[in-house]
Structure formats: C-alpha cells, structure tokens
C-alpha cells in the first residue's frame, strides 16, 4: 500500500489479485504499503493479486455501505504509477471546483483514469466486476487506522507497486486508450495514458 499527497488531500492505493475472505491464516498481509506525499497532501496505494472477494467488494461500493471508501481499479490497466497521479490531480482539481462528475471522490479517480467522458464505461473497463483478481486500491487522505481496515477488506496477495509494469496487459491497454504503436516508437506505455487523462475534456 502506498500513500501520496496531491493538492492538499491524500490518496491511498493498493493492488490485489484472485481476492478471497483470507490469505490462509485468516489475515490479509500488509508487505507493500507506501505513502507518498506531495504539496502537503497524502496518496495511498496497495497492490493486490489472487483476490478473491471482488463481488463482495463490488456489491459493498455499489450499496455505499463500504468503509472506509476506497477507489479499485483494474491493475491490468496499469503500467505505471504515474498515470494513477495524474488522475488523482484531476480528480482532487474537480472536487475543489465543486465539480465532481461522479457521486465520491474515489468514484471520480476511477473515472479520471479512465481517460474517457462516458462514466459507465469507465467503472466497467478501469474499475473492477465480480471476477476481478488483480486490484489497485486507492485512498485519499488516510489515517494508520484506515489502511489497516483497507488490508482488512481485501482478500488476496499484496505486492510491490513496481511490479505493475510487468503485469499490465499492453494489448488492453492500447486498445482501450487507442495507442498506435508509431506512438510508442517515441512515448512509454504510461505517458500515453497520462496524456489522456490530461487532455480528455479538451478534445
């Protein structure tokens, strides 16, 4: 789990994979959490794999009755961590304008990632479903308390963010983003899809 600091807010990641009710010992564990911060704000991001409670996660969100609230995103979308703050800029630069697309903060950061103006597509291809087992969790402006109810809720394998790059599917990615690979010749995966998110209610 990571936390970053972003305009005066904190958002808190984290990814996971074939989540379930628990590891195997009854505890989820906690191995790579990390806060990062930036002009006095705090972003938190954990990484999971083998999840296996996406639909009792999702049912949760759906419901509101998920605490805390937390943003999941679908991993395989993710190449890189840098992009994730992109979205999270825009997404505490809306809220602070008091224009906010989505009903949450964290439902907003999903759909900044996506990249594009459609909100329904963007929870079903950057957030999770039912059968979601690579997960990226983000919490903006989290307490110790919190990240460690966060473990809580997942039911998977945490690992390291910088294993990101290695397991995000680059076939989804520029299909989803439509990335021509002449653009690829001059940019990384990641700053194609922060250009994106970047530019999206421009175009």
Not at 20 to 30: C, L
Not at 118 to 128: P, V, Y
Request: net charge negative; proline share 2%.
């Amino acid at each position: 789990m990571k936390v970053f600091e972003i305009n005066g807010h904190s958002l808190c990641l984290a990814l996971f994979t074939d989540v379930s009710n628990s590891n195997g010992n009854g505890k989820n564990q906690v191995a790579a959490m990390k806060v990062f911060k930036t002009n006095g704000h705090s972003l938190c991001l954990v990484l999971f794999t083998d999840v296996s409670n996406s639909k009792e996660l999702l049912d949760s969100m759906q419901a509101g009755t998920l605490e805390p609230e937390v943003a999941f995103l679908n991993a395989s979308l993710i190449p890189d961590v840098f992009p994730v703050l992109a979205a999270a800029h825009k997404t505490l630069l809306a809220k602070s304008r008091e224009s906010l697309a989505t009903r949450t903060l964290h439902s907003e950061l999903v759909y900044n990632y996506s990249g594009s103006k459609h909100i329904t597509e963007s929870f079903k291809r950057c957030g999770i479903s039912d059968s979601s087992t690579y997960v990226l969790v983000a919490r903006f402006n989290t307490s110790l308390d919190e990240m460690k109810d966060i473990d809580k809720l997942i039911h998977g394998k945490e690992i390291d963010l910088e294993e990101m790059e290695g397991k995000a599917d680059q076939a989804q990615i520029e299909k989803h983003y439509k990335i021509p690979g002449s653009e690829l010749g001059i940019s990384s995966l990641a700053d194609a899809i922060t250009c994106r998110i970047a530019s999206r209610d421009a175009l």
